[in-house]
């Protein structure tokens, strides 16, 4: 793509959606022609649950989340996403409304891809459409693989697998600092927050500790090996590593 806003790792991010997976370049920039990038500050309110659904997201950095709120007026997070991921996408599909709401909770630089353009270019080009499908069935499959593992894994394993990504490649020790306040990122590993910060206690005895939302990991390598080998999955905001000394 030939776009002046959108970077070599944006592009890498864009080819790593199964929305776009096996898009040549002049498919992808086709597809994309009317989408633009955007920086959006925490506390930005991205769609409200029933309007109508006419734009999907793809996250460069930052972090997103998605509630429901009751008529009393009670929060219900729905699902977290970060650098890497997309969201909102079924919704245009449906040309209908969003079944959630969505607020940047961290600031989040993002593709914002129009519905309707979008999906005239698809029904243009079949071949398009066609490698959309394939790819989205894949992305099921993986999505099912995912609840499954998180049916199976415990809590900690899931924590310590969410740390070891927040370390990126690094296998010795590291400092990370937390992307979001603990009660989302509880939400974003399926489980309550008393849960995330007892499964973080017992990471103690394998040399994570953690000191408000700095958290300090004397062996990542290990770490990742509990979380059941959790390698980056893009690059959070406000996320720091250095080597730690012997």
Not at 183 to 209: C, K, N
């Amino acid at each position: 793509m030939n776009r002046t806003d959108l970077g070599p790792e944006d592009i890498q991010v864009l080819r790593s959606q199964p929305l776009f997976r096996g898009l040549d370049g002049r498919a992808l920039a086709d597809l994309l022609s009317d989408a633009r990038v955007r920086t959006y500050p925490r506390a930005s309110l991205l769609f409200l649950q029933g309007e109508p659904a006419d734009r999907f997201f793809v996250i460069f950095a930052g972090w997103v989340k998605l509630f429901r709120q009751s008529e009393a007026g009670e929060e219900s997070v729905i699902a977290v996403f970060t650098a890497g991921e997309s969201f909102a996408e079924a919704a245009i599909f449906d040309q209908a409304t969003y079944p959630v709401s969505a607020v940047v909770v961290e600031e989040a630089r993002m593709l914002v891809v129009p519905g309707a353009s979008f999906i005239r270019r698809l029904s243009d080009n079949g071949a398009y459409a066609l490698n959309m499908m394939a790819s989205m069935s894949r992305h099921l499959r993986q999505l099912v693989q995912q609840v499954e593992q998180l049916s199976v894994r415990s809590s900690t394993e899931r924590v310590a697998g969410f740390l070891a990504r927040l370390c990126g490649e690094a296998e010795a020790g590291a400092r990370v600092q937390l992307p979001l306040e603990k009660a989302l990122i509880a939400g974003r590993l399926g489980m309550q927050p008393e849960t995330f910060s007892r499964a973080l206690a017992r990471l103690r005895d394998q040399g994570v500790t953690s000191s408000g939302g700095e958290i300090v990991i004397r062996d990542v390598g290990s770490l990742r090996r509990i979380g059941g080998g959790a390698v980056a999955d893009g690059r959070p905001s406000r996320v720091t590593r250095r080597a730690l000394r012997a």
